[in-house]
T-cell receptor
Framework: EPEVTQTPSHQVTQMGQEVILRCVPI?????FYWYRQILGQKVEFLVS????????KSEIFDDQFSVERPDGSNFTLKIRSTKLEDSAMYFC?????????????FGAGSRLTVL | TQLLEQSPQFLSIQEGENLTVYCNSS?????LQWYRQEPGEGPVLLVT???GGEVKKLKRLTFQFGDARKDSSLHITAAQPGDTGLYLC????????????WGLGTSLAVNP
C-alpha cells in the first residue's frame, strides 16, 4: 500500500539552528501538507501546498517556516531559526486532488526536539 | 475559533465491553474523519463521513455523523486489546476541505 515517508524520525537541535524535515508524498498525489502536534496538544495545521505554491497557511506558519518541493518526489519543511516551542511531532500528509471529502495519508512523523 | 471537543479524554475498559466516544462542535463541518494513532506514528484514517445522519461500519466499529453535521460518534462493539490507541476526529470546513481541524483525542485502553 502506498505510504508517505518522513525523515528523520527524530532530530535534536540547538535553539537558533536551522532544521529541514523531509517527506516523500504518495507519487500520484497533488496536495501536500504539514501538520504538527506538540506533546499533549491537538494536531495543528501548518500549511498546504499545491501546484508548487502554498495554497493555505496557518498563523503558526510565520516567516521562520518555509516549504519547498525541490524535485519531483520530495517535500520539505524548513525552520530557519528554531525555538524551544518548535519542539513537536511534525507530520507530512498528501492527498489526491478531489472534490468533496479530502482523504489525507499521513507519514509516521518527525519528532523535533529543540534544546 | 472552530473547536472539536472529544469525550471522554481517557477510557479504560475490559475486553469484550462496548464503548462509545464522542466528537462535538458548535460548528458545521462539510465532512468529518476519524483517525487512530499509535504511539510514535502518524494518524491513520479509519473513516470519512460527509452526509448528515450517515452511519458507516468498519467491522466492529460504527461511526455516525450527526444530522446537523456538528457532531459524530464512534461505537466499538466487543472491544479487543488490539483496539487500544488514540482515536482522533478531524473536521473539514465547508468550502475548505484541505485544512483539517482536530480534536484532542480519546485515549482508549482495552485490558485483556
Amino acid at each position: 500500500e502506498p505510504e508517505v515517508t518522513q525523515t528523520p524520525s527524530h532530530q535534536v537541535t540547538q535553539m537558533g539552528q536551522e532544521v529541514i524535515l523531509r517527506c516523500v508524498p504518495i507519487s500520484n498525489h497533488l496536495y501536500f501538507y504539514w501538520y504538527r502536534q506538540i506533546l499533549g496538544q491537538k494536531v495543528e495545521f501548518l500549511v498546504s501546498f499545491y501546484n508548487n505554491e502554498i495554497s493555505e497557511k496557518s498563523e503558526i506558519f510565520d516567516d521562520q517556516f518555509s516549504v519547498e518541493r525541490p524535485d519531483g518526489s520530495n517535500f520539505t519543511l524548513k525552520i530557519r531559526s528554531t525555538k524551544l516551542e518548535d519542539s513537536a511531532m511534525y507530520f507530512c500528509a498528501s492527498s489526491e486532488m478531489q472534490s468533496g471529502a479530502n482523504v489525507l495519508t499521513f507519514g509516521a512523523g518527525s519528532r523535533l526536539t529543540v534544546l | 475559533t472552530q473547536l472539536l471537543e472529544q469525550s471522554p479524554q481517557f477510557l479504560s475498559i475490559q475486553e469484550g465491553e462496548n464503548l462509545t466516544v464522542y466528537c462535538n462542535s458548535s460548528s458545521v463541518f462539510s465532512s468529518l474523519q476519524w483517525y487512530r494513532q499509535e504511539p510514535g506514528e502518524g494518524p491513520v484514517l479509519l473513516v470519512t463521513v460527509v452526509t448528515g445522519g450517515e452511519v458507516k461500519k468498519l467491522k466492529r466499529l460504527t461511526f455516525q455523523f450527526g444530522d446537523a453535521r456538528k457532531d459524530s460518534s464512534l461505537h466499538i462493539t466487543a472491544a479487543q486489546p488490539g483496539d487500544t490507541g488514540l482515536y482522533l476526529c478531524a473536521g473539514a470546513w465547508a468550502g475548505n476541505n484541505r485544512k483539517l481541524i482536530w480534536g484532542l483525542g480519546t485515549s482508549l485502553a482495552v485490558n485483556p
